[in-house]
């Protein structure tokens, strides 16, 4: 008696790689896409004071500022976007007094939940970098209105 061994597999059309990439077509998505998403999802993480290094948050500040400008909300946030997967690097401001660990912590899992929600891409890694604390007394106070000399 000969043995023999029958294996049997789906036709290759009738497989699904990834929500993206199907039989019926391919989905792609752009690097602006996912870093739009990422930084709003990390913005939404209390104890995020800004997105950004030094340089970065100025143009940005100076950028808000002129009429008709809009918020950039990718600033401080640089991405690799392949055709099911993303890593995601993100620079940042932490308020004075959270936890840096749990910070970065609970920025990993919004931004991971909402670029897979959003966009059906497996997001391998979220690099956070902190670069500065924000304290409270730094906010710029307004200045008080000068004093008229005569009434």
Same mark, same amino acid.
């Given at each position: 008696?000969?043995?023999?061994?029958?294996?049997?597999?789906?036709? =290759? +059309? !009738?497989?699904?790689?990834s929500?993206?990439?199907t039989?019926? $077509?391919?989905? /792609?998505?752009?690097?602006?896409? %996912? &870093?739009?998403?990422?930084?709003i999802?990390?913005s939404?993480?209390?104890?995020?004071?800004?997105?950004?290094?030094g =340089? +970065? !948050?100025?143009?940005?500040n100076?950028?808000?500022?002129?009429? $008709?400008?809009? /918020?950039?909300?990718s600033?401080? %946030? &640089?991405?690799?976007?392949?055709?099911?997967?993303?890593?995601?690097d993100?620079?940042?401001?932490?308020?004075?007094?959270v936890?840096?660990?749990?910070l970065a912590?609970?920025?990993r899992?919004?931004?991971?939940?909402?670029v897979?929600?959003?966009?059906?891409?497996?997001?391998?890694?979220?690099n956070?970098?902190?670069?500065?604390?924000?304290?409270?007394?730094?906010?710029?106070?307004?200045a008080?209105?000068?004093?008229?000399?005569?009434?």
């Amino acid at each position: 008696m000969s043995e023999s061994s029958t294996t049997v597999t789906a036709p =290759a +059309a !009738r497989t699904r790689q990834s929500a993206l990439v199907t039989p019926e $077509g391919s989905t /792609t998505i752009a690097d602006t896409v %996912v &870093s739009k998403i990422a930084g709003i999802a990390a913005s939404e993480v209390t104890g995020v004071h800004s997105l950004g290094g030094g =340089a +970065a !948050r100025a143009i940005g500040n100076l950028r808000e500022r002129i009429p $008709g400008a809009r /918020t950039n909300h990718s600033q401080g %946030v &640089s991405v690799e976007v392949g055709e099911t997967e993303a890593a995601v690097d993100l620079d940042l401001v932490a308020e004075y007094g959270v936890s840096i660990a749990d910070l970065a912590d609970g920025i990993r899992r919004n931004v991971i939940s909402a670029v897979e929600r959003m966009t059906g891409l497996h997001v391998v890694e979220v690099n956070v970098t902190v670069n500065d604390v924000h304290l409270p007394q730094e906010d710029a106070q307004p200045a008080p209105p000068p004093e008229h000399r005569v009434q």
